[in-house]
């Protein structure tokens, strides 16, 4: 069993950027499909990117070209970079962990999740 520790959120200026680390304690974190996900408050949870094993992406519209997910695998570590940050974009942001391997957009296809980081975004 995979264990997701989430870090970096904080407070940051319109047009700002942030990166959010996800570190996963456990022998296979290497085989998962890892994702974010973000939930604004009165709003339900909502898909932000993903990246599976094999390095392939997906991406929300709502942040394409502004964010970035990536991993290390050696680190058992998955990053999202954001930059050209918004108002909207603040959230609680999630990291979770999923053995389908298609890098799926649902939250109903992870199975494991962290706790949470904020972020705000002052305009």
């Known amino acids: 069993q995979v264990q997701l520790v989430e870090s970096g959120g904080g407070l940051v200026q319109a047009g700002g950027s942030l990166r959010l680390s996800c570190a996963g304690f456990?022998?296979?974190?290497?085989?998962?499909?890892m994702g974010w996900f973000r939930q604004a408050p009165g709003k339900e949870r909502e898909f932000v990117a993903a990246?599976?094993?094999?390095?392939?992406?997906a991406y929300a519209d709502s942040v394409k070209v502004r964010f970035t997910i990536s991993r290390d695998n050696a680190k058992n570590t998955v990053y999202l970079q954001m930059n050209s940050l918004k108002p909207e974009d603040t959230a609680v942001y999630y990291c979770?962990?999923?053995?389908?391997?298609?890098?799926?957009?649902?939250?109903?296809?992870?199975?494991?999740w962290g706790q949470g980081t904020q972020v705000t975004v002052s305009s």
């Open positions: 990246i599976n094993l094999y390095a392939v992406t």
């Open positions: 979770a962990a999923s053995a389908v391997q298609t890098a799926p957009i649902e939250s109903y296809n992870y199975n494991i």
């Open positions: 456990g022998r296979t974190f290497s085989r998962l499909t």
